[in-house]
């Protein structure tokens, strides 16, 4: 493990490693009580720190690899725009993050990453000066902290995500950079292979898809971008961090176009075997950073380290307490549920919602275009 631990995220990824990535916590921490919805600031850092750190904890002894920084939307224009913060500043949440991913990670040989995200100055502004400055100050909040890489994440428009990749690339570590945009493109239409090769001459080193749609779609996509990169002749590893939600609608809105966003998505959720399927599909199409995004709970990272457990050679310490594949049911009392020990039964289980009502499907509010 101590050998593990000097390892960086290029030289596992270099070896073919598989590296876990850990899963959603804004929406994670909403259920609990500690964000709230709308703007999604991660406040909560400095506010709930024990909060954090737990959740930071179960997502590491389900097998997470990488501890991300809490950081999401932590950009100053976001939180000034949010009203959710009077009196914390993005440095403070910048610094608690980076402190409790850092202890957590060291408990068990992981990774930190630092993560930025898309920003309502892009939007708002096109200023390329003023967005910039913005990742800058960012960037080098996490400089003053003991991170390992740094991560792009949630960018709908890939011009924004080149911007900050040129800026986090002066910090000279690595830089991971990961789109949440559809097979169609971003926003712009953009389609997903050039949005990858744009990343890498830009500087990325790993580039992916990350949050909105859900895991089968988002390998999808990141095939697409793999394709564009082998055409242009150029090479970086693959990332997924996809929904824990059935989308699909698959629109290029996302799951916030549809009618159950943010508070009715329950009926949408992955159930572990899903997430066993994900983790095959993703592996075969040589992704090899495979993680979780918002509806990835602990229990969902722990079916992706132990579905790809004979290529990572060791299960996660939660799983001590999950028989594989439900071999735990060979003690019920009950025959009926005995003979759900075996993989075959959950490998082909269609989950009913339960709700007699309850569509297959829903209409999304848009297609996801915008003038912007």
């Given amino acids: 493990m101590e050998n593990k631990k000097r390892r960086g995220i290029l030289e596992r990824l270099d070896a073919g490693e598989v590296v876990v990535g850990d899963g959603g916590y804004v929406l994670q921490l909403e259920r609990r009580g500690y964000v709230?919805?709308?703007?999604?600031?991660?406040?909560?850092?400095?506010?709930h720190p024990e909060a954090v750190r737990q959740l930071h904890r179960e997502?590491?002894?389900?097998?997470?690899?990488?501890m991300q920084t809490f950081t999401f939307y932590c950009s100053e224009d976001k939180l000034e725009l949010s009203g959710n913060v009077k009196t914390i500043s993005g440095a403070q949440i910048?610094?608690?993050?980076?402190?409790m991913a850092r202890e957590v990670a060291d408990e068990g040989g992981?990774?930190?990453?630092?993560g930025v995200s898309q920003t309502p100055c892009y939007v708002q502004s096109h200023n390329e000066t003023e967005v910039k400055a913005i990742f800058k100050k960012q960037m080098d909040d996490f400089l003053k902290k003991d991170i390992d890489f740094l991560?792009?994440?949630?960018?709908?428009?890939v011009e924004e995500a080149v911007w900050a990749v040129?800026?986090?690339?002066?910090s000279g570590k690595t830089v991971a950079a990961t789109l949440c945009i559809a097979p169609q493109g971003d926003r712009h239409r953009v389609p997903p292979g050039e949005c990858a090769v744009r990343l890498v001459k830009a500087g990325?080193?790993?580039?992916?898809?990350?949050c909105q749609l859900d895991p089968m779609t988002c390998v999808r996509t990141v095939k697409l971008m793999k394709e564009g990169l082998e055409k242009a002749g150029l090479k970086a590893h693959l990332m997924i961090q996809p929904l824990g939600f059935h989308?699909?609608?698959c629109n290029l809105g996302g799951y916030v176009s549809l009618p159950e966003y943010p508070f009715a998505l329950e009926t949408r959720a992955m159930t572990r075997w899903d997430i066993h399927k994900y983790a095959r599909e993703a592996y075969n199409a040589g992704i090899r950073y495979i993680g979780g995004c918002c509806g990835f709970e602990p229990y969902h990272i722990r079916a992706i380290a132990e579905e790809l457990a004979a290529e990572r050679g060791f299960l996660p310490p939660a799983s001590e307490k999950h028989g594989l594949w439900g071999a735990a049911l060979e003690m019920h009392t009950k025959p009926w549920v005995r003979a759900r020990a075996r993989r075959e039964y959950w490998e082909n289980l269609l989950p009913a919602s339960g709700r007699p009502k309850c569509p297959s499907m829903a209409t999304p509010a848009n297609d996801g275009l915008t003038e912007n």
């Fill in 59 to 66: 997502f590491l002894r389900a097998g997470a690899d990488v």
């Fill in 94 to 99: 910048n610094d608690a993050a980076c402190n």
């Fill in 166 to 170: 040129e800026v986090l690339k002066t």
């Fill in 36 to 47: 709230k919805a709308g703007h999604w600031t991660p406040e909560a850092a400095v506010e």
């Fill in 151 to 157: 991560v792009v994440e949630y960018f709908e428009y």
């Fill in 204 to 210: 990325a080193d790993i580039v992916g898809i990350n």
């Fill in 247 to 249: 989308t699909p609608e």
């Fill in 110 to 114: 992981a990774l930190v990453a630092g």
